[in-house]
């Protein structure tokens, strides 16, 4: 490695919400975009423009000369694409960001340095997240390219943790718990207050000190409400009214039963220690 | 209605996490307490003390002097304790504050004016709650007594919505979707990642920020994740990793599938509308 990346620059692979969001950041911790690769040419150009970056739809025009390659496309088509992307620049350092995908998915491509680049954030469009506090999990198949990571990671947030890749794995089942299953289980509430019509946001205030005491107490400590009193008359109360709603019901009685269980586990668990 | 209530003063019959919040919250706002009953001597004296008020564990000792009784007990007893309660001081006007029990909770009392008043919120000891954003609902038989109810809820919080019990049911089994739920959520999680030796505190930024689109957007719009772009192989390899833990993944199984369906209906209302 005669060249640091900071000479050679980066070509970020992939143009959505996560690969905007990382580039963005990059570029404000001054290094330098070299190109964006996307399949369409409209976030392509576009991200391109802010990160000051050439840009391509073609992989076959992708750059030779990148140091790093952040490859932040779908789940479903990264592995097939990276032999392609490989290909373009066999002795530079290659990554990928992707939570559930190992390490080794680049073990049968051109690349022999290669890792695992893994911002565990949810990424919108809409909103520009602040990286400073996102957790980054990095994985390298040589120990001087974690360095590599490792230092680029703790430009942009002062929480980089290196991991392999069955822990970042479970990191990412238990994100799918943190993140998409606590939204959709707002997006019910939503749905069950607007049949009645009533307001989301009269559920805010709840939502947040809900969050408030995940900081402060464990979640198991912090839980309340009629599950974990196992209080029938209120559980029965409520299922009369998603009578009509079976996939609410189903979901409220499965839940419920696990809050139930769970406490019931954690006091057992408290007496044998006693 | 000679004496106002800000004369009289309010008996608080309950000592727990709703109670002493609320009692607190009234009391910083110059609200007289005069009393706090609950069974036990611990938490009556200890709450009497921060608010000036006397106390007793006697449902007979309850005051006949007080204008206001604000009833914050455990749903499974408040119905049945109602009667005593209210023959304590007939002219008296009373409210409970649970989000699931009917206002009739008082028909077949000696009380001729009665109401609720449901701040929605999870209170914990541990926390005190700052109630100025904390929706409160008030629902009261006569007219004049939900004057004097908003009035009061007007002094602790900008945001008073007079309810009926139907919309009040429901909007507690919202509230345990958003909190409960959510919070089981945050524990199964936290348990994932503790059994692969990982610290919860990695996923509170995504927690945080999950929260935050909540604010922003709809929550249905915020929607991201395998089960939302129904990619298989990341579903599958999840539920490999829960192969020893059917619970988690019976609840992954079942919210991945209502998390698709919603997403179709969704598109296949959009396309209707189109």
């Known amino acids: 490695m005669s060249k640091s990346i900071e000479d050679t620059g980066i070509a970020l692979i992939g143009a959505g919400n ?12 001054n290094f330098r975009i070299v190109q964006v690769y996307s399949r369409t040419a409209g976030p392509a150009s576009s991200l391109a423009g802010m990160v000051g970056a050439t840009w391509t739809t073609d992989l076959q025009h992708i750059t030779g000369e990148a140091g ?27 990554v990928h960001t992707a939570g559930s995908i190992p390490m080794d998915a680049w073990k049968d491509t051109a690349a022999s340095r290669y890792g695992v680049f893994y911002p565990l954030q949810t990424f919108s469009r809409q909103r520009e997240v602040d990286f400073a506090g996102i957790p980054v999990f990095t994985e390298a198949n040589l120990p001087e390219d974690a360095g590599i990571l490792n230092k ?73 409400g009629p599950a974990v009193r196992y209080d029938k008359n209120v559980m029965a109360g409520h299922l009369e009214l998603l009578e009509s709603e079976p996939d609410k019901a189903n979901i409220y009685r499965i839940l419920s039963e696990s809050i139930h269980n769970y406490s019931e586990a954690v006091k057992n668990d408290k007496n044998l220690k006693e």
Chains 1, 2 share one sequence.
């Open 18 to 29: 996560l690969a905007s969001n990382l580039a963005k950041a990059l570029y404000g911790k």
């Open 68 to 94: 790093l390659y952040i490859v932040a496309l779908k789940d479903a088509v990264l592995p097939g694409l990276l032999p392609a992307i490989a290909a373009r620049n066999p002795d530079a350092l290659f």
């Open 152 to 224: 680029i990671a703790e430009r942009l947030s002062g929480n980089v943790l290196e991991v392999n890749s069955e822990q970042r794995k479970n990191i990412h089942l238990a994100a799918v718990f943190a993140c998409n299953f606590t939204n959709h289980i707002y997006t019910l509430a939503a749905d069950i207050l607007r049949n009645r019509d009533l307001p989301f946001d009269i559920l805010l205030p709840l939502i947040d000190e809900t969050v408030r005491k995940a900081h402060d107490l464990s979640p198991e400590s912090a839980q309340t």
